[in-house]
């Protein structure tokens, strides 16, 4: 299944500034990605994994933006601090602003998105339009096998899978049986540390039948336990 993202993550690979909440001035960074959501960036400063930050970031004049974010993951890319961050509080105002610093500055992503948005189909000698699967995806994925159980909460009936990969937002697993989109679930992670499984609801988002008793699923989560799924993440 091809994977794509509701909220569009712009390449833009661009020299900003950032300033912590308590530091007296901005230091360079390198914004990698971003969208409505969160963004990837470079910078000299070691931020601390699965803490909450209060950020002043400057894309370019007039483009400042006042976030709260959470580190969701790090890795050290030609010898750079690389972060992925999640958006905890964002104004509109905010999100306009990078709607349109993107645009300004990045307008070929804009395009891209238009048509990567869309899909042209022949049909019958007749051109058809439809929309593109998306996922929920918002940073990288990351692989990682655990054991869950989950509940359906349309049938009442419980279930056994094993997580594939998990993001902030969303996990992808095999689950014991069929479900369909739009199924709420409650789940229950088993993180092979000393703490209690990992309490999540999320909603399937698309299901793909692989064998009998053997269905792949995409799973939105409805609010992200960001602290738990840091536990998840250090597994890896």
């Known amino acids: 299944m091809n994977e794509r ?5 712009w390449q833009i690979n661009r020299q900003a500034k950032v300033k912590l909440e308590g530091a007296d001035s901005f230091v360079d960074c ?3 990605d971003i ?5 990837q960036i470079c910078l000299g400063l070691k931020l601390q994994k699965d803490s909450f930050l209060k950020l002043c970031i400057s894309l370019a004049e007039d483009y400042i933006l006042d976030i709260e974010t959470w580190v969701v993951w790090h890795k050290t890319i030609g010898g750079s601090n ?3 961050l999640y958006f905890t509080r964002i104004k509109d105002n905010d999100k306009e602003k990078i709607y349109r610093f993107v645009y300004k500055f990045c307008p070929e992503q804009i395009k891209r998105q238009y048509w990567q ?4 189909e022949k049909k019958g000698g007749e051109v058809m339009q439809s ?3 998306e996922d929920k995806r918002i940073f990288e994925r990351f692989s990682t096998r655990l054991p869950l159980k989950f509940l359906d909460l349309y049938s009442n009936k419980e279930g056994r899978g094993e997580t594939l ?6 996990i992808g697993l095999v689950a014991n049986a069929e479900l369909e989109a739009q199924v709420p679930l409650e789940l229950w ?8 499984p990992l309490y999540a609801r999320g909603k399937v988002v698309w299901s793909e039948m692989l064998e009998e008793n053997k269905c792949r699923l995409g799973v939105n989560l409805e609010k992200a336990n960001l602290m738990g799924l840091g536990r998840a993440l250090r597994t890896i």
């Open 5 to 9: 993202r509701i909220i569009p993550r």
């Open 30 to 32: 390198n914004i990698r």
């Open 35 to 39: 969208n409505l959501k969160g963004l």
């Open 82 to 84: 690389t972060y992925g």
């Open 117 to 120: 948005d869309t899909i042209i």
């Open 131 to 133: 929309p593109s699967f």
């Open 165 to 170: 990969d998990i993001s902030a937002k969303g």
């Open 189 to 196: 992670l088993e993180i092979p540390d000393t703490g209690e």
